[in-house]
């Protein structure tokens, strides 16, 4: 039982600790990639295209929140690009077919990604099937509801201003900048998001969860009801994300989403979360968020073939990850 | 004076009579060993004792009074910390949160899991605590378990338990997987929690061990306890024979004879 340590230890472990963080590589690696845009093409930088950035960032942003919470819990949620998409046409068919009123229908879009995610949650945690396949099975049933009750076809959204388009897909200008609402909403929801796992009892518990359920749960943690309310949050955040989307070009599509909940944990996981739990990071993820946000649009400026798009997109994302690795295996040999 | 008693203690799992009755007490400030070979009961008797899964049949009680004890968090709130090899502390959490996992000081305790952690407290604590059970220059509480040794893990969980004025400690194997001088610090570490007043319960395969910390051996097989005796009054070979369970009538005999 000895360990040979010197009593400079602490100082040097702490400064160290900042360069070894996850964040930080990844933010090397953002502001890189930033540079090369930005030279590649001088529009990058523009106040239009960084607007524009912006305007898509919160969308995959705020499930990117929830989703960073779930994966230091242990588990992961492939549903929520099905989510994105069923909560807006569940909503606007309330409104236009059914005649209700859209707060009734907001809540009632509520209610149904509560109801997603305690199934996802309760089947995880009561059965003990992995959340790979749980969610798996979810995203096709989400998604097959959503092209049933709308037989495939796009509805018209929401268009006529109100609290609730204010509330959620409102713009607004800073100088050249134009800016929606969902960016407070994404800044916000970061914070609350920082606090809760960074400074909060809750952060704790779910950390231990992700690390190590069984200690977790040895000290009287309630693992798996923090589960199922992570598994809750992240639908929730889903359906609010796939509304504001929704707001924004007027119109609830039920392909919506498709594909995103890979890149939803692309950016989680390009920011430093481990996928296998116990490591989370929210700062990584915005981080990871901007990141994977800058990659897409870079590459449209910079001129990539449309159909090449994804290519480029799924071998940048691949690269972050080796760099990012290795980045790491050499902070913690230094 | 008695810290724990369990009386006739039965669990069955289906067919499986896994605990057919266990009865023994536990006085305050002793080391008993639970020995037995793998599938002889011990470990169903222990997540009994710590609250993993209720008992069939039998009573618990600790200083004398009754209990029921249905889940860890009961076992807990009673004074008894169980401690698993490997399964007790979250590796990607510093010192200080394990030692308060599960009991965090927080502040505007009215907002429930919301509440804010008080780091301070957090991180004094720890620090404190380490120091009074002499880890304190060697460990930061701020270092991650995962860049800790096996040995200093199981230190810190022992810690642990020590802390929160544990009546009764359960050591689970807690040498598996350890070097020798790692194994040594353990054993000397069990040695002062009996002398800060614990009672502790150790569950290993070493008998070496036994002979080195504990005062008393009990014996289990096939769902039974069939020996119980103080170390003083017994050796290794004897004890080991009654563990594999070869024709033991006789020779306990002929070694009590002598």
Redesign the interface.
Known sequence: ???A?E?E??RS??RSSLIRSPQFSSLVILIVLLAVFAIADANFLSPLNISNMMAFLPELGIIALGMTLLLTAGEFDLSVGAVFGLAPVVVMLLVQNGGFDIGIALLAGLLLCIAIGAVNGLIVTKIGISSFLVTLSMLLVVRGAALYITQGFPLKSWDQPGFFVTLLAGSFNIGTFRFYTSLWWFIGLSLLAI??LH????G??I??I???R????????PADAVKVWLFILTSVLAGLAGMISAFRISAASPVAGTGYELEVIAMVVVGGT?LTG??GTILGTIVGALMLRSIRNGIVLIGVPGLAYNIFVGVIILAMLILHALLQKNAARS | MEVLRLHNLQKSFGSVRALKSASFTLDEGEVVALLGDNGAGKSTLIKAISGVFPVDRGDIYVRGQKVSIRSTRDAMDLGIETIHQDTSLAPDLSIARNLFLGREPVNLRWLGVFAPLDLAKLRDAAAALLKRVGISKKLDADALVSTLSGGERQSIAISRAMQFAAKVIILDEPTNNLGVEETHGVLRFVKEVRAAGHSVLLITHNIHHVFQVADRVIVMRRGEIVAEQTVADTDLLTVESIITGADMSALLKETRAK
Not at chain 1, 199 to 202: E, N
Not at chain 1, 214 to 221: I, K, L, P, Q
Request: aromatic content about 10%; proline content about 3%; overall charge positive.
């Open positions: 039982m000895t360990i340590a009593q230890m602490p472990r702490r606090y809760v400074y909060a009892k809750l704790n518990w950390s231990a992700g690390s190590n069984n200690a977790a749960v040895a000290r009287g943690v481990a116990g490591r």
